[in-house]
């Protein structure tokens, strides 16, 4: 019998050898017995492998979650915080009312009842035009129906070249008609060349110095007022500082320390920013519509004046023109039985 034909009994010792053919048997048991349990062993071992890499990698996506939240929650804070300090700070800043001079109704100077000494004095070696005059009528109107003064509003900047030659040219006119009780006087200050002071913001602190003058000691804001106009800087020059606003306000008058606190502290940038944001955006308060077109506008009961800035005689005959056309327009008292 080949090789090829014997099965794997025929490997065991001979038949008359049946102790040694059970060893054999034994031994090849326990031969098979041990693979198998190598064989489970290992397959235990590497099911204990994966089970332990699945936990560590569970535990690795749980911290990066964990740390993912806690980032987010951070963020979270952080960006409440922020706003809860915007609110509190910024916001509050902004919606907050600014502060507003006295005696400064609607953010103008009103000059009717005030000392005009220091306007008249601009007009000393020039000649006042007489004061406008209604023109004759048939019949003399009564105390009771004399029409009321000529109202003149004059929007300045007191950085602006052009708001300095009106009021130069034209402050002892103006004084002398209202000491005459013909026209109401107002100045209202707007700051529009803030920007043209290389950063100084003169236009807005003069304004503001303005108002603390009129706040403070309101008896010197004509003199004041008289001052920043007729002593300008130059546009596109740093002006006076906020101290020397001070040293002006003195210079005219001014004794209270609380109105030089409040031009150096620039108590009213807000005011003046606000006042003419509020002119520059909308109509003029009071003036039938009119628009602020620029430092300086003129405005006569209402109407824009035009003429030349430096001619007191064009704005008397304006003044007059004004006054006439306005009395004739009126209408005439019934006559009584």
């Known amino acids: 019998m080949s090789n090829r034909d014997r099965g794997p009994s025929d490997d065991r010792p001979e038949a008359d050898d049946v102790e040694g053919a059970e060893q054999y048997d034994a031994d090849a048991s326990l031969a098979e017995a041990d693979d198998t349990a190598d064989a489970a062993s290992a397959a235990e071992r590497r099911v204990a492998v994966r089970q332990k890499a699945k936990r560590v990698s569970t535990k690795q996506r749980v911290r990066k979650v964990v740390v993912r939240v806690v980032i987010v929650l951070v963020v979270i804070a952080a960006l409440v915080a922020a706003g809860l300090w915007i609110r509190q700070t910024v916001v509050t800043e902004v919606t907050k009312p600014a502060v507003e001079p006295f005696n400064a109704p609607e953010g103008a100077f009103v000059f009717d ?96 110095a303005a108002g603390c003058v009129a706040s403070g ?35 005219v008058g001014v004794e209270n320390p609380d109105v030089g606190t409040c031009i150096e502290t620039d108590k009213y940038a807000d005011w003046a920013r606000e006042t003419t944001s509020a002119l520059s955006e909308g109509g003029l308060p009071g003036q039938s519509g009119q628009q602020l077109t620029g430092a300086p506008t003129i405005l006569v009961n209402d109407q824009p004046y035009t003429g030349a800035l430096d001619d007191p005689g064009e704005l008397s005959q304006f003044v007059l023109t004004i006054e006439s056309s306005e009395f004739y327009e009126s209408p005439s008292p019934a006559p009584t039985e």
């Open 217 to 251: 000691d309101a008896g010197y804001i004509v003199a004041y007022n008289d001052a920043l106009l007729t002593e300008q800087p130059e546009v596109d020059t740093p002006g006076l500082t906020s101290e020397e606003l001070a040293e002006l306000a003195s210079e």
């Open 113 to 208: 009842d005030k000392d005009l000494s220091s306007m008249l004095d601009d007009g000393a070696d020039a000649e006042p035009t007489e004061a406008p005059e209604e023109e004759s009528s048939e019949e003399e109107p009564s105390d009771d129906e004399a029409p009321e003064r000529v109202r003149v509003d004059v929007y300045v900047d007191y950085l602006s070249p052009e708001s300095g030659l009106f009021h130069t040219s034209n402050a002892a006119q103006l004084a002398k008609w209202v000491e005459e009780d013909a026209i109401s006087l107002t100045y209202h200050p707007v700051a529009l060349l803030t920007a043209k002071s290389n950063g100084t913001r003169y236009s807005e602190r003069a304004m503001g």
